[in-house]
């Protein structure tokens, strides 16, 4: 009798195990549904790109992007939208760069495509003039030493590595020289650096991005060279090493200003106090319209509670839209995202977020415990039907990343990243160049994770 009730505890929890999968995928195919049909979020990045544009944090731009956000998740019917204060840098890039090649004894002078690197002192009007230094890394500078880098323009010439099929590994592995290299530079007397654009592709746009200065070290002008052109100077140094080059900026930082997270809910029907945050930054370069960087993840993040919404989806937890200041200069919204958080005693059971594109959706990464990624990685069969099959340990997302010193898993959401890094911190990242099925498509598979985290926690 034993074994016959044994077996029948087996069976039907087997039965039950089976019919929740089936409720689990008519569920996400409903979202996806939603998402295709009646998604709003293409709409949304319109006019976000459109009407407000550029987003540099402390613009007026950034000001109006704040409330954009509030009033759309207010129209929405969001049960709760708030604003979380937070003072962030307020860095302005003043009139066009200049960039010239000057004494090229092939060429005569040329002018070539530069921007000035965020948060980069200016040079003025008097410019910064020098022979150039080409090195591929701090190891290389550090061997020349201070002899024969005083006085002189450091050009960081290290590629993205091509070979890595994942363009955010190429990425991390060229973008210290953009970070660090103009402090490492001047430790040696250099009077200005040059740094080969972070792009996988070889064209005539320069990709800004930010730089951090050390303490005690001079604070030297800063600029990224298309790769096009960083091609030709260093092939041009190859022969000429009395070359000259010749930039101009009028960048420099102003006093810190006030902004805001902006933050939207649904509270939770049955476990109101356990927190699932979704969200992008809403700050962007100057450069362009942010469309990729991060206009996407910003709607996205919104959608997600919309189609929850338009589902009439009543959540067992709370899910939380966060809309994240000043990621790219200095990443104060989210860490005083956290610390509020930390203040509150808020408990989040995850948190994810979307800032690498609005590109086909892949996949997710997870940072958190081996039980909390055994689960996340159990629902990949869930996603198989939509191409969506890269599931995988470790991920997350600058903004959150300060949640992890709460032992908040992070969840990064994975699209397709072969072509971001054309249009990274650049001049061409704009609406026109968001596809906007692949836009609805990642709106859509992030709103099933967040479901899936809802129903059955990490």
Request: charged share 20%.
């Amino acid at each position: 009798m034993k074994y016959l009730l044994s077996f029948l505890l087996v069976a039907v929890t087997a039965f039950s195990s089976l019919a929740q999968t089936d409720q689990d995928e008519i569920q996400i195919r409903k979202i996806f549904d939603e998402a295709l049909e009646k998604g709003e979020s293409y709409e949304m990045l319109r006019h976000l790109t459109k009407n407000i544009g550029g987003r540099l944090s402390g613009s007026p731009q950034a000001a109006a992007a704040v409330e954009w956000s509030r009033q759309q998740m207010i129209a929405y019917g969001f049960d709760t939208v708030y604003l979380q204060p937070v003072m962030v840098p307020h860095w302005v890039r003043g009139k066009k760069e200049v960039g010239r090649i000057v004494n090229s004894k092939k060429l005569g002078a040329v002018n070539v495509n530069v921007v000035a690197l965020g948060n980069s002192v200016g040079s003025g009007a008097a410019g910064v003039l020098g022979n150039i230094i080409e090195v591929q890394d701090f190891q290389e500078l550090a061997k020349l030493g201070k002899a024969q880098i005083q006085g002189k323009i450091v050009f960081f010439n290290r590629p993205m590595d091509a070979k890595l099929m994942d363009t955010f590994s190429a990425y991390s592995g060229a973008s210290n020289q953009r970070g660090a290299g103009p402090s490492e530079a001047a430790k040696y007397g250099a009077i200005g650096v040059l740094v080969r654009s972070l792009s996988s592709f070889s064209d005539d746009v320069p990709h800004t991005g930010g730089t951090r200065y050390g303490l005690n070290i001079p604070k030297i002008p800063a600029v990224a060279i298309s790769t096009n052109d960083a091609d030709m100077l260093s092939g041009l140094l190859k022969d000429d090493t009395d070359l000259k080059f010749y930039f101009e900026t009028h960048c420099e930082m102003l006093p810190d200003v006030l902004s805001y997270n902006v933050v939207g809910e649904i509270r939770g029907s049955e476990k109101p106090e356990e927190i699932i945050a979704v969200g992008g930054h809403l700050d962007s370069w100057d450069l362009a319209e942010g469309a990729h960087d991060d206009g996407a993840g910003c709607v996205q993040s919104i959608e997600v509670l919309r189609i929850m919404k338009a589902m009439n989806y009543q959540p067992k937890r709370t899910i939380r839209a966060v809309m994240f200041m000043n990621e790219e200069n200095g990443l104060m919204g989210g860490r005083k995202y956290a610390a509020i958080a930390a203040e509150k005693n808020e408990h989040h059971i995850a948190a994810m977020e979307s800032d690498r594109g609005g590109f086909l959706p892949i996949g997710f990464g997870i940072s958190g415990t081996k039980a909390q990624q055994d689960k996340l990685l159990s629902w990949k069969p869930l996603f198989e039907p939509y191409n969506i099959h890269q599931f995988k340990r470790g991920g997350g997302g600058a903004d959150i990343s300060p949640l992890r010193t709460q032992d908040v898993p992070t969840i990064g959401y994975l699209p397709d990243s072969q072509r971001y890094f054309k249009y990274h911190h650049t001049g061409i990242d704009n609406f026109e160049v968001v596809n906007q099925r692949e836009l609805e498509l990642g709106a859509a598979a992030m709103a099933s994770i967040i479901y899936l985290i809802d129903q059955y926690g990490l």
